[in-house]
Nanobody, 124 residues
Framework: QVQLVESGGGSVHTGDSLRLSCVASGVRGIRHVMAWFRQAPGDVREFVAK????????DYLDSVKGRFTISRDNAKNAMYLQMSRLKPEDTGVYFC?????????????????WGQGTQVTVSP
């Protein structure tokens, strides 16, 4: 059974940085794509960043390009999101997601494994 556990969220101020981590279990030997989504109160869950199985392909939400960097370490079954120059509009619950395969799209329904989420709050 695949399980995803996020960590690294917190409360920061505009311009600060945070690094989110997601550790997967039950994925040994399974090629899988990983992604980050976020959801603010009252909003739909939105795509933030995605990384292919081998790390060669990444995609980002336009508003985070140049500020966020997604990476993964398959030896540790882990994925990371380095977030810099954070803004209040980055506030939300950040979810780790995964789906089997070498690459995938940006839509939440494509991902069938989800973590519980970690809260990120950015104050002015």
């Amino acid at each position: 059974q695949v399980q995803l556990v996020e960590s690294g969220g917190g409360s920061v101020h505009t311009g600060d940085s945070l690094r989110l981590s997601c550790v997967a279990s039950g994925v040994r030997g399974i090629r899988h794509v990983m992604a980050w989504f976020r959801q603010a109160p009252g909003d739909v869950r939105e795509f933030v960043a995605k990384i292919s199985w081998n790390g060669a392909n990444t995609d980002y939400l336009d508003s985070v390009k140049g500020r966020f960097t997604i990476s993964r370490d398959n030896a540790k079954n882990a994925m990371y999101l380095q977030m810099s120059r954070l803004k209040p509009e980055d506030t939300g619950v950040y979810f780790c997601a995964a789906v089997r395969g070498d690459d995938a799209g940006l839509a939440a329904p494509e991902y069938n494994y989800w973590g519980q989420g970690t809260q990120v709050t950015v104050s002015p």
